[in-house]
């Protein structure tokens, strides 16, 4: 699965064209068609014009079939094997079931664990490419946390900056401008938390 057609097919169910979602949304024609043609990875701030233009959140703007979204093919979190005789249960998220989404230049990838149907909690496990920035992340009321799995992360919140390694956590204000940079040569992977969310989150 694609955010192109993700996209598409949102837009078409509210029987928009691009130049009215384009207007909406505050972007261009052009990014908004190469989107959905797949030529085109959108940053967050791009995902979240577009996600509020269309009246959905992020994670019902990519889908809740497990796979990648991006300009990659769909690929289930762990080749799409289940435990045998798994039950659905609504607090439960299988990791074969996890949405993914990969965003901006550098690629960041972040898979939502969130169960289905949460509503005040939003955890996610995001993956920081060696050389990666996450300098586009969406703000709001409400607070934002984390723990950092593996690797090395400089997160800077306002004017401050935290050098983070494996085992560290942190938490703030979600309201203040807040960025995530990988300066190592080392892939990172940040268990990502958002508590009172808005709508576009």
Same mark, same amino acid.
């Given at each position: 699965?694609?955010?192109?057609?993700?996209?598409?097919?949102?837009?078409?169910? #509210?029987? =928009?064209?691009?130049?009215?979602?384009?207007?909406?949304? @505050? =972007?261009?024609?052009?990014?908004? %068609?190469?989107?959905?043609?797949?030529?085109?990875?959108?940053? &967050?701030?791009?995902?979240?014009?577009?996600? &509020?233009?269309?009246?959905?959140?992020? /994670?019902?703007?990519?889908?809740?079939?497990?796979?990648?979204?991006?300009? @990659?093919?769909?690929?289930?979190?762990? @080749?799409?094997?289940? $435990?045998?005789?798994?039950?659905?249960?609504?607090?439960?998220?299988?990791?074969?079931?996890?949405?993914?989404?990969?965003?901006?230049?550098?690629? &960041?990838?972040?898979?939502?664990?969130? $169960?289905?149907?949460?509503?005040?909690?939003?955890?996610?496990?995001?993956? #920081?490419?060696?050389?990666?920035?996450?300098?586009? &992340?969406?703000?709001?009321?409400?607070?934002?946390?984390?723990?950092?799995?593996? @690797?090395?992360?400089? #997160?800077?919140?306002?004017?401050?900056?935290?050098? #983070?390694?494996?085992?560290? %956590?942190?938490?703030?204000?979600?309201?203040?401008?807040?960025?995530?940079?990988?300066?190592?040569?080392?892939?990172?992977?940040?268990? /990502?938390?958002? %508590?009172?969310?808005?709508?576009?989150?």
């Amino acid at each position: 699965m694609r955010i192109g057609i993700r996209l598409r097919a949102l837009r078409a169910e #509210l029987g =928009l064209t691009i130049p009215a979602l384009a207007a909406k949304a @505050g =972007l261009s024609a052009g990014l908004i %068609s190469q989107i959905e043609r797949g030529q085109a990875n959108p940053s &967050m701030r791009t995902i979240q014009r577009l996600t &509020m233009a269309l009246g959905v959140n992020l /994670w019902a703007f990519i889908g809740e079939a497990g796979g990648e979204v991006g300009n @990659g093919a769909a690929a289930p979190a762990n @080749g799409g094997a289940e $435990p045998r005789g798994a039950e659905m249960l609504p607090f439960v998220r299988r990791r074969a079931e996890r949405p993914r989404v990969v965003v901006g230049k550098s690629r &960041m990838v972040k898979e939502l664990l969130s $169960p289905r149907g949460e509503r005040g909690l939003r955890f996610m496990m995001v993956t #920081l490419p060696p050389g990666g920035t996450a300098d586009e &992340m969406l703000t709001g009321p409400g607070e934002k946390g984390g723990y950092v799995v593996s @690797g090395r992360v400089a #997160l800077t919140v306002g004017e401050r900056q935290a050098d #983070l390694a494996e085992g560290d %956590s942190f938490q703030f204000d979600s309201r203040h401008p807040h960025s995530l940079a990988n300066h190592s040569a080392q892939a990172a992977t940040v268990i /990502w938390i958002i %508590s009172i969310l808005e709508p576009h989150l």
